[in-house]
Structure formats: structure tokens, C-alpha cells
């Protein structure tokens, strides 16, 4: 089995360079290319098809429910998604803090796998259990309420009442004031995260999957009878991160921005390499 893991695009405007960066990753794993620089600036490629993208959470910045009228920005990254799917790859998107109410659209009308909170996935050495991350704090009991509210009914049908365009204007501003006020420290946040699933997620799980904090780690746990696997997938703010499952085997790579053909062209097949922090 093969597959990519990725989270916290935050995709806004079709014109910023992370949205651009990502509709190229996304058409390279069409054709079936997989490309990276490791942690030692090496840079490689895997040539091959992967069966699942997961998209553990905050892939658009912000996201309504209109199954009628799809924010225009982000229609050409949902025509690659639908591209890929054509092509034998099964979508995975795991609703994020940022991205909620997907899966009337995602699911009802393009048929992609949608997750609400967390999900548990078989890989070939284990289960895992993936989530967007946002709610392993259970201490953290305000921001849980308000993530409550914010995904009832009443919420939903709320916004559904208000013109798509005036939501949108409301979207862009309050997703740039929630970042000033609630962006925990990544590398703090990650700790947390660490600790839940060494804590708790472990018992039951071989691998924990997971996004939020924006900082990429691969780390592993030598439990008494099999080692553990933690992962969480960084962003494509600052990182272009994404995390590589093939047999058994994780890889955590950076997508390779504005390298132009010399490291293109540097396309020999890497032995995976399986890199912790
Ligand atoms: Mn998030």
C-alpha cells in the first residue's frame, strides 16, 4: 500500500504560491511521481502510483457548506482532487478547525471518503489513528465548546441563510483574526500531541497521524512489543511537508519549491529513507 499524507494547506487564493505548489504535487502524484527533499537537502523521487491521499484537516482556509456554489478560488484544486480520483487514487479529507460541513459536498456529490473528527485506518503493518488534532487537548474545554457550536445544526443552517459571497467576505477576515488569537506555539502544541498519543493512543494504535500544529516531526516509540510511529504533517505554509507510507515504511519529505530542472532532472529512485527528529 502507498500512500501520502498531508494537512494545513490553508488554501485561500489560487494565486498564492503555496496553492500553486500544491496543484503540482497534486498533478505529479497523478503521473504517478512522488517527489522530495529529505532532511539533508538531498533531493529525490518515487515513481509510482499511490492508492490514498489523506488531507488531515485545514486544506482550505475556510469552507461552507454550498453543494451549489463552491468558493471559485478553490475550484481548480478540486478539480485536481476529482482528477486524481479519476485515476484510481482514493480521497481522504479529514475536516480541520478551518474547514468543516464537507462532506455534502466532498461526499454526497463527489463520492470522496470524508472523516468529521478522527478515523482508524488499516496500513499494512498496523492500525492507525489519524485526526486533524485539534481536539486531543481535552483540557482546552472553551475552545471544544465553541468547536461544538460552531459544527451544529442550528450553526449549519444558520450559514446557510446568508448569501455565499457576504460568507466569504466574512470567512476571509475572521480566518486572519483567529490565527493572531489562537495559534498555539507549533512546537509546544506537538508535545501536547506526542504525549496524548504516548499516554493513551498507543494502547490501541501501532501509528498516530496528525496535523494542527504545523511543524513536521516522524518519531518513533519503541514499545514492549512493537514500535510506534508518530507523525504529525507540518503545513504547506512554511514547510510543504507531507508524510509517505509505502509497505510497512514511513517517510516524512518537503515538496521541492522553485529548484527548476537541475534537481528535477535528479530523479534516480532514493532508497526510502525512514527519518525521526
Ligand atoms: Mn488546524
Redesign the pocket.
Known amino acids: 500500500m502507498k500512500a501520502v499524507f498531508l494537512s494545513?494547506a490553508h488554501l485561500k487564493r489560487a494565486a498564492d504560491e503555496r496553492y500553486g505548489c500544491l496543484i503540482r504535487f497534486l498533478t505529479e502524484l497523478g503521473e504517478g511521481r512522488v517527489r522530495f527533499l529529505a532532511g539533508d537537502e538531498k533531493a529525490g523521487r518515487v515513481n509510482t502510483a499511490i492508492d490514498d491521499l489523506y488531507i488531515l484537516?485545514?486544506f482550505f482556509d475556510f469552507w461552507f457548506c454550498r453543494p451549489d456554489r463552491i468558493y471559485p478560488e478553490f475550484q481548480q484544486v478540486i478539480r485536481k482532487l476529482v482528477e486524481l480520483q479519476q485515476r484510481g487514487v482514493r480521497i481522504h479529507l479529514c475536516e480541520?478547525?478551518?474547514d468543516f460541513f464537507m462532506r455534502e459536498y466532498f461526499h454526497d456529490m463527489l463520492g470522496m471518503d470524508v472523516i468529521e473528527e478522527s478515523a482508524a485506518i488499516e496500513l499494512d503493518h498496523g492500525r492507525a489513528f489519524i485526526a486533524?488534532?485539534?481536539t486531543l487537548d481535552e483540557k482546552n474545554v472553551l475552545y471544544l465548546a465553541l468547536r461544538k457550536i460552531l459544527r451544529s445544526r442550528a450553526f449549519y443552517h444558520f450559514q446557510r441563510l446568508i448569501p455565499a459571497p457576504v460568507l466569504w467576505a466574512i470567512a476571509g477576515f475572521s480566518s486572519a483574526t483567529s490565527k493572531t488569537v489562537t495559534l498555539e506555539d507549533g512546537e509546544v502544541l506537538v508535545e501536547k500531541m506526542f504525549a496524548r498519543a504516548a499516554q493513551k493512543l498507543f494502547k490501541e494504535f501501532d501509528t498516530v497521524i496528525l496535523?494542527?500544529c504545523h511543524v513536521p516531526v516522524l518519531r518513533y516509540l519503541d514499545g514492549e512489543d512493537r514500535r510506534k510511529t508518530f507523525a504529525a504533517l507540518g503545513d504547506w505554509i512554511f514547510h510543504n511537508s507531507f508524510l509517505y507510507y509505502e509497505d510497512g515504511q514511513f517517510f516524512m519529505g518537503n515538496y521541492p519549491v522553485g529548484l527548476g530542472n537541475r534537481r528535477e532532472s535528479f530523479g534516480e529512485k532514493l532508497d526510502i529513507p525512514a527519518s525521526s527528529c
Open positions: 494545513d484537516g485545514d480541520g478547525n478551518h486533524h488534532g485539534d496535523g494542527h
